[in-house]
């Protein structure tokens, strides 16, 4: 479905653009899609067999790059449509890198750290020959972290053995002490920022973000930060959710207060002054920014016709399905795409990958600054596309990365 859906907007793209049938098929098929088998050591002495994928994609722009997933449902059509996305997305930011995706079948809430320290090490053994700093370079995912990055780094030194120093720019998203960016872990939320300010300011839906009023599905890293960030702007957050529950104040809610209670309790309710909703009658609130910053699929042809906000800024992957596109588009609302919109991530990467290959150490000042040039500069060319092909912001951000793309493949032919 999720493969589908990216083939048929670089489909859509590739033809608004009037490209030859050969950059298509370039575009829609993936370089190298490996498939490894390999046992694991588990605390009960036994060993088990477990199943990993890495898949490139594309690296005309430079080296594949991508997360790694540990998740049960992790499978060969889910991380091949997530390597598209990625080449898409480095393209947009006009990164020099490709695009690539890996996963390992696995559920790590059931394994100690030690097992998935193992688990890391045996599956990096397998794919090490076609990972490294200017090959393809890994980064975090759903439910691996900046523990397992540097366990990778520390595999892959002794697997090709080279010092640790050397070994960094393997992976990118590793603790601050191994060579991990000042300012990755808020990234893709001030990426988030930077889109909706330079998208405010060009289209002029709305005046300013100060007083806007805001609803933001998720309260995670992109969710959350997001939220501490754009209180700085005074702008009114006045619903926000987790899994379980949304909690809502029309004034605007105390957001330190509530995320310290999120923190202290576990949960969202019984937050002061607030009113419980539910996740649904969140997505349909009246206000002027939708920010879905959880799951795929939540604004679909069922919701579409009752949301009221006039932009919505996709810091989740995927949460508009093609079909809401429609609906949405037709209404006029402006659409900030995930390609776009949860970038900050992805381009931070860059930057550490940057500084580990020539021994830099920027400051978190630096980050921000070079972060708000490459989003702001993305985001004021997605919005002339639009314009200019007369399509959807979707579209036009694909057509942006598409035109670097098929630029690249003319110069080889
Ligand atoms: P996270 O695990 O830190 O947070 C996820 C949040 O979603 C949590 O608040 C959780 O309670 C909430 N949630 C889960 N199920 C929900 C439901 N049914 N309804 C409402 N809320 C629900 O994850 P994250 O890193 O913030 O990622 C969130 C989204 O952003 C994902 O789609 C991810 O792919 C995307 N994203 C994140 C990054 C990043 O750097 N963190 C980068 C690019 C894209």
Known sequence: MELEN???????????????KQILNILLNTEREVKVNFPVQMDDGTQKIFTGYRIQHNSLLGPYKGGIRYHPEVNL?????LSIWMTIK????NLPFGGAKGGVICNPKELSEQELENLTRAFIKKISSIIGPQKDIPAPDVYTSSKIMDTIVNEYSKIENIPIEKARAVVTGKSIENGGS???????ARGGQFVLKQAIEQTKIIPT???ATV????VGNAGGNFAKLIIKDNAKIIAIS???SAIYNPEGLNINEVLEHKKQTGSLPNASNTTDI????????DCDILVPAALANQITEKNANQIKAKIILELANGPTTPEADKILENKNKLILPDILANAGGVTVSYYEWYQNINQEKWTAEKVDEKLKEKMQKATQEILDKKTKYQTTTRVAAYINAIERLAKKINRKN
């Open 6 to 20: 990216a083939k048929k907007i670089i489909k859509k793209a590739t033809e608004k653009l009037n490209l030859p």
């Open 77 to 81: 059509d889910e991380v091949s449509a």
């Open 90 to 93: 480095t393209a947009t930011l």
């Open 182 to 188: 000042l300012g990755r872990n808020t990234a893709t």
């Open 209 to 211: 973000l100060e007083n």
């Open 215 to 218: 609803a933001i599905q998720g």
């Open 242 to 244: 987790d899994s379980k």
């Open 278 to 285: 539910t996740n649904e009658q969140l997505l349909e609130l």
